[in-house]
């Protein structure tokens, strides 16, 4: 007897072959049987018409590290058919982190969420998660960032040879826990602050283990081109395999950069590097507000920072630099999404351009204010890209699909704000919007970019297929009206048409709804 079959469903097995109907049969969290299956051979038998079955989507790119403590049923990605999330990216993560990096992440989520931080390394992090109980699996990217943050601070120089050799330990010892690679973001601090040389001994250490490297890069605009030759000068040096994270080219006078972009990757593919990259279906960015600043401005920890702010002078050159830096109309390209203060939450949906007006104030002065008032913690959406070019990366072979985002739920602690809808709708918006509506891909090669795809590249061979011996990670969706709901103004909405959703061969979403099962686990690396 097989614990879980399902009959007559139109499979893809994530290796971009066509689909066919078959049956499936689960043991345990294991695929066991594909073929023909009766329907007395299982305790549970769920039968469909019309319905596709994939393996479960695998979010290559996410950043729910923290999300899952504080929403371990991981509504928003597993509703998506997201079976696996991979955090740690953009060079921030949950774990390793001591110094001053641990104080200031302690001191943050126990004032915002009532958080406790009682874990440093990978293997304390691991055990925490599995302790909460999650509904989705995970695996973690340690980051470059926070690897620097917790040696030496924000300190805008070189590291120390001591310095260095404590980062490549940790990052050593991350990978003996079971971490997955490396994550750097240089484009913020403290990783904007370091030097090609300085990330390069670091990942070295990762590749002897086995793990890759992922950057959000040191400029997706105007330095884009050398951000690439640098990103990849790294790996090649490094010997380790490359996951650009998010390509994009943010600002129209460089949208037709992205051809010549290609050409790198393509060129660096040609001499043997194995080089890929990831994005999400939308054309606007999200991070936090502070991105703004100039790099100086973000030199040392965050009381540092919030200090710098409110020093008349420093906050004069601040302004200075941004009116120099960014033309007028640039602000009403910037949504506020979230802020901590109930005060400010007015804001939140608004255009800055918008919410200066509402504040009675101009845009520069609008932002260095609600920054100070909110002690650096606000998210903004950033509407800079073109479809033509998210369309040109989407149908690169070599092109993955992430969220860029962390978990949420319509209600509890990460319920609040106007969260991009990346959230709540990467997955579906590929299956509705790119597959179904566009023909941009067909199924079968979207299916691949969403789970064999990643699954390759992070050296977890057991997953992301459908093949007796793989794990039981299942997504069964209509493909006929899958659809992503989520808006730019109304985000914090489920898409329609994802069926059921197994993880580990334990059914999390039923008929659309959360089962309230927690059946996921830690993915870590193996040897």
């Known amino acids: 007897m097989y614990d879980l079959v399902i009959q007559g469903a139109d499979l893809i097995d994530g290796t971009g ?13 294991r695929i066991a049987e594909i073929g023909r299956v009766a329907p007395s051979m299982g305790h549970r038998v769920i039968k469909v018409t019309g319905l596709t079955l994939t393996p479960g989507f695998v979010d290559i790119h996410s950043h729910s590290d923290y999300h899952l403590l504080l929403q371990p049923t991981a509504d928003s990605a597993v509703r998506q058919g997201v079976t696996l999330e991979i955090g740690g990216n953009c060079g921030y993560a949950a774990a390793p982190i001591w110094g ?7 001191a943050l989520y126990r004032n915002l969420y009532g958080l406790d931080h009682d874990w440093s390394s990978v293997a304390e992090y691991f055990t925490r998660l599995e302790t909460a109980g999650i509904s989705e699996n995970f695996g ?7 690897l620097r943050g917790s040696a030496m601070g924000g300190a805008n120089r070189a590291p120390s040879a001591e310095e260095l050799e404590t980062m490549i330990n940790g990052a050593r010892q991350g990978m003996a826990e079971g971490a997955l690679g490396v994550s750097t973001g240089l484009v913020y601090a403290p990783a904007c602050f370091s030097m090609p040389d300085e990330l390069v001994a670091i990942v070295a250490a990762v590749r002897n283990a086995g793990g890759i490297l992922t950057c959000h890069m040191r400029s997706e605009g105007d330095g884009l081109l050398e951000a690439i030759d640098e990103i990849i ?7 380790i395999p490359l996951q650009i994270s998010h390509l994009k080219t ?10 010549d972009a290609f050409r790198r990757i393509e060129d660096a593919q040609a001499r043997g590097l194995d080089v890929s990259c990831d994005r999400y279906p939308y054309t606007a960015s999200n991070t936090g507000l502070q991105a703004v600043l100039p790099d100086w401005a973000l030199e040392g920890g965050q009381r540092e920072r919030v200090e710098r702010l409110r020093h008349p002078a420093a906050r004069a050159r601040m302004a200075q630099d941004l009116t120099s830096r960014y033309p007028s109309e640039y602000w009403s390209r910037l949504m506020i999404s979230e802020v901590t203060r109930d005060e400010h939450r007015r804001y939140e949906g608004l255009r800055v351009s918008e919410a200066a007006k509402l504040a009675k104030t101009g845009p520069v002065d609008f932002i260095l204010e609600l920054l100070l008032a909110e002690q650096m913690q606000v998210d903004a959406i950033f509407f800079t890209m073109c479809e033509d070019n998210l369309q040109a990366i989407l149908q690169k072979p070599y092109a993955m699909i992430g969220s860029d985002s962390g978990c949420r739920s319509h209600e509890g602690p990460l319920s609040h704000g106007r969260p991009h809808p990346r959230t709540f709708g990467t997955f579906p918006r590929v299956l509705g919007h790119f597959v179904r509506e566009r023909r941009l891909l067909d199924l079968p090669t979207a299916v691949r970019k969403m789970t064999w795809d990643p699954c390759c590249k992070l050296g977890l061979p057991d997953r992301g297929r459908l093949q007796p011996g793989c794990a039981a990670d299942l997504v069964l969706f209509d493909s006929a009206t899958v659809t992503d709901r989520a808006t730019y103004k109304v985000p914090i909405q489920y898409p329609i048409g994802i069926h059921h959703v197994v993880v580990n061969g334990i059914v999390v979403i039923e008929d659309g709804e959360h089962t309230g099962a927690r059946p996921g686990r830690v993915v870590r690396r193996t040897s």
């Open 17 to 29: 072959t066509p689909a066919r109907r078959a049956d499936l049969a689960v043991t345990g969290d």
């Open 100 to 106: 001053p990096w641990l104080e200031e992440r302690t």
């Open 140 to 146: 973690l990217l340690m980051g470059h960032n926070t």
């Open 233 to 239: 000068g790294v790996a090649e040096q490094a010997k």
């Open 250 to 259: 943010s600002g129209e006078r460089n949208w037709t950069k992205l051809y």
